[in-house]
């Protein structure tokens, strides 16, 4: 991870006012994709890959199953107040 951080910043880094380094706009693509195919899965994962490194900058696993609400709906009513 280092070493793709280093390519990264090395790759869009310019000079401010200062003289330092700073990185400000980084250009970069999105995808993403499910378990399976359809609308049934429930696992999927979006990648940001930089176009000039071609690196994976940052990443995000998503889930439609949340325990906090199967709980909630297993311990209330799903027409109640509180769930809604």
Known sequence: MLHVHNSVQN???KLDQNGSNTV???AASFDGTWLTRG???QIG???VVGTLTEYVIDYEIMSKYCPTCI???NELAEI???YV
Do not use: N, Q
């Open 71 to 73: 709980s909630a709906k």
């Open 80 to 82: 109640t107040a509180e």
């Open 45 to 47: 994962v979006g990648c």
């Open 24 to 26: 400000t706009d980084i």
């Open 39 to 41: 609308h049934t899965s």
């Open 11 to 13: 790759a869009y880094s």
